[in-house]
Each structure stands twice: as structure tokens, then as C-alpha cells.
């Protein structure tokens, strides 16, 4: 791919493509350490406390900070003073706990709060350093360049890792302080955008649980002479759906928990179905499939409603569809969403998961769980009303996929020198 800077008047050609010529190029190395963590001892993990104790799961992968309420772990043992961390520290992620996690940079948000662990680096600009500020480096990092780089050079198969040497020997353009100061605040502007509509969305997602929560969960368990709501088999409202596919040509998916039906070319790069796709089953719009493998949302297992088209899923999913136009698919699908179903599958779940990841759960078994029955119209109406807020949550979601990509080509393009920025000269680090 041809570089846009190449021969253009002001600009330089150097080891990390053309730049212009008053920039400058280094390995990291010439410019910042990273230091690794504190190897934490599990035996004083806690559920909570007065430090949380950070890993690479507290990291956005597009970069930046996360707290996760519920799941981030206290610490409760001794440790060496160097290790708590300060308000405006850099880490970086050297682990991969989660695809897109590894490399992503992040500032410290708060004073004695947060420990330092061996699986994050801590990132400083080195003394002698005068001309690279630590709010550039950060969307260094965070850039596509680096994190590119920080892949290619990282070891290891089932869980990835890098080192501090491996990307301090990444070479880097850096413009003057003052252009880097410039950059950073467009590149802030964003971020901000970014968190605001992320923070919307999680308050938003907060109410929408609480409404499905009032609309389904709490209405199953009031008295049904006063609702007209009834509890009944999943088998006398729902059949199972054993269509194959046979010879037609139908694109093959999975289920992913808290994602839904998603095709195997997008989840594993590949159809994976090979000679088994005709024993696939054929699902349909307005149809459920149920995965028996377990996660971290959905222990006892999730399913997902096929809201239009026709695909094929693997036959060891459970297929299903309603019985009468008299149940609303809509609706059950925030039931399954809001995982009401758990507590009775969990009842006839024999066992663990087995050596292949999927529950010991019996089909007959399945059909017998029990579900709520309202109304037809209380359906018909609670499932408008969920899926209106669902939308909003949706619309959201798609606000902030455009912010960053709209950073993204900020950076590509700030970061690289080929969009300049008109600054002034006073600049600290």
C-alpha cells in the first residue's frame, strides 16, 4: 500500500515510512521504560475491599479504563508499597485475556486504589526524555501501527503475551511537543464522546433490566387471578424444530452468549460444518435455538430467537417454535434474554459441563422446565415496550461504534503526519 506522504513536499523518508521533516523517529526504548507488576497471591483474593487489583479486563481494547462492578477482584495481603498505583499512571495490557485486549494502554483513574499486577506494564517516559509526552504515548499505543506490531511480535498459542522488551523495540514518529499537545486534545475530544455515550448506555441497559425485570419476572410470580398470567411446560407452548438442511444451501451459524446468532464464517474466520452441514438443522424466522454450552452470563445455558431469515445450526443446539399464534416469540425472547429460564434448567441439569464444553442436559427435560403464560395481548404489549427501549440501547451502541471509528481515522491520519495541526510553541510535558 503506497504511503500518502511519500514524496511530498516537507516531507522526510525514514525507517517508520515519510514524515514530515520536523518530526522525529525512535525506538521506544530511547524514551520509555515498563515495568512489570507484582505477582498477587490468590489465597487474599476478595470479593471486596479496600484495593482492587487491576488485569487486562479493565481495559477498553480500543484503549482507555474500565471498572467492572461485580466481577473486578479486592485484595486483601500485604504488598510492596511500589505497587499501588497513582492517579494519571500508564499501563499497558501484556496479557491477551480477551481478543483486542492485548497492548491497549490506560490511564490510572484515581490515588491508592488500584494494584499493580505482573500481567500489566507500567509505562513512564524516561527522565532524559524531553521530547515525547505521556499523552501522546498513550495514543501511540492505542494506534493501529502499535497494537499491529505488539500482535505480530507477541508469544505464546492459547493465551498471548508480550513483554516490556518487545515494545519498547517498536520504532515510532513523534511530531514536536506542541503538535503532540494539539493531537492529544482532538484525539480527547473524541475520547470524552466515547465514555459520555458508554456511560449512557450501560445507565440505559441498568433501567431496561430493571423493566424486564417488572414486566416478566415480577408479574410471573404475582397471584394468577389478579394477572391471568399461568406457569406451564416450555413442551405445551413451544415444538421442537427438526427440519435438516439436507441439500439446500444455508449459511451456517453458532449462538454466542450475549450476542446471539452470529454466522461460523464471522466467529471463526471459516465454515466449519463441513460433511455435517446437511445433518444441520433448519431454523426459521420466529424459530429458537437453544445452546447447551455454558458461559460466564448464562451458566445454564442461553437461546435466541431468529427473527428473520433462514439459517442452519449445529443439531446439538435444541430448536424450537411456538405451537399457536397465540404466543408471541417476542416476548420469549427477552424471557430467555432476561435468563428466567435458569433456575428450573438448573434443577434438571444432571451434572458440570461435560469434556466438550456443553451441559448434561436431557431434551426431554428441556421441553419440561416451566414458563410463564400471560395474555396474549400482555405479551404482545410487554414485548413493544421492551423492544422500544432495546432499540434505544441499540441506537446508542451504533453512536459509539461511529465515534471510534471516526477516531480511528483521526489517528491514522494525525498520528502519521498527514493531516497537520496548527499549534503554538509553549508546551510542557
Known amino acids: 500500500m503506497k504511503d500518502p506522504n511519500e514524496n511530498k513536499a516537507g516531507y522526510k523518508k525514514t525507517k517508520v515510512g515519510w514524515i514530515p521533516e520536523e518530526w522525529d523517529n525512535a525506538l521506544l526504548a530511547k524514551h520509555v521504560s515498563i515495568n512489570h507488576g507484582w505477582a498477587f497471591e490468590s489465597e487474599f483474593f476478595a470479593t471486596a475491599g479496600k484495593y482492587i487489583l487491576l488485569t487486562p479486563g479493565n481495559f477498553n481494547e480500543e484503549g482507555g479504563f ?19 498505583l497513582k492517579n494519571g499512571d500508564m499501563l499497558v495490557a501484556m496479557t491477551e485475556q480477551a481478543a ?14 488500584y494494584l499493580h499486577n505482573q500481567r500489566l506494564g507500567l509505562v513512564t517516559v524516561l527522565p532524559s526524555s524531553t521530547s515525547l509526552a505521556i499523552h501522546f504515548l498513550y495514543y501511540v499505543l492505542n494506534a493501529t501501527r502499535a497494537r499491529r506490531y505488539i500482535s505480530i511480535t507477541a508469544a505464546g498459542t492459547k493465551v498471548r503475551h508480550t513483554s516490556p522488551g518487545r515494545i519498547l ?33 450501560d445507565l440505559k441497559q441498568k433501567r431496561f433490566n430493571a423493566l424486564m425485570r417488572k414486566l416478566i419476572s415480577d408479574n410471573s410470580q404475582l397471584e394468577t387471578a389478579k394477572t391471568g398470567w399461568r406457569v406451564v411446560k416450555l413442551g405445551d407452548v413451544f415444538e421442537e424444530v427438526t427440519d435438516k438442511v439436507g441439500d439446500k444451501e444455508l449459511e451456517p451459524y453458532s449462538i454466542s452468549a450475549g450476542v446471539g446468532f452470529i454466522s461460523q464464517r464471522e466467529k471463526w474466520g471459516k465454515n466449519i460444518s463441513g460433511a455435517q ?20 452470563r448464562y451458566k445454564q445455558g442461553c437461546a435466541y430467537l431468529l427473527r428473520k431469515g433462514e439459517i442452519c445450526v449445529p443439531n446439538v443446539f435444541i430448536c424450537f417454535r411456538p405451537k399457536s ?8 425472547q427477552f424471557y430467555f434474554q432476561g435468563n428466567y429460564h435458569a433456575h428450573d434448567l438448573q434443577r434438571v441439569i444432571t451434572s458440570g459441563a461435560r469434556s466438550d464444553g456443553l451441559l448434561n442436559l436431557n431434551k426431554k427435560d428441556f421441553f419440561k422446565i416451566g414458563v410463564p403464560l400471560p395474555p396474549t395481548e400482555d405479551q404482545k404489549q410487554i414485548a413493544e415496550v421492551l423492544n422500544a ?34 499549534c503554538g510553541t509553549n508546551v510542557e510535558v
Open 100 to 113: 483486542g485486549l492485548l497492548g491497549s494502554a490506560a490511564f490510572v483513574p484515581e490515588n491508592n486504589k
Open 66 to 84: 474500565r471498572l467492572r462492578p461485580g466481577i473486578d477482584r479486592s485484595y486483601s495481603g500485604d504488598f510492596p508499597d511500589r505497587y499501588l
Open 389 to 422: 427501549a432495546q432499540k434505544e440501547i441499540d441506537l446508542l451502541k451504533k453512536m459509539a461504534d461511529k465515534y471510534k471509528t471516526q477516531k480511528r481515522g483521526l489517528m491514522q491520519k494525525l498520528m502519521t503526519g498527514e493531516w497537520r495541526v496548527p
Open 169 to 201: 523495540a517498536h520504532r515510532v514518529a513523534f511530531p514536536p511537543l506542541p503538535e503532540q499537545q494539539k493531537i492529544v486534545e482532538i484525539l480527547s475530544t473524541w475520547d470524552e464522546a466515547i465514555e459520555q455515550t458508554r456511560k449512557l448506555i
Open 277 to 296: 452441514h446437511k445433518n444441520y438443522t433448519h431454523l426459521r424466522a420466529s424459530q429458537f435455538a437453544y445452546n447447551k454450552g455454558n458461559s460466564k
Open 325 to 332: 399464534p397465540n404466543v408471541n416469540p417476542e416476548f420469549y
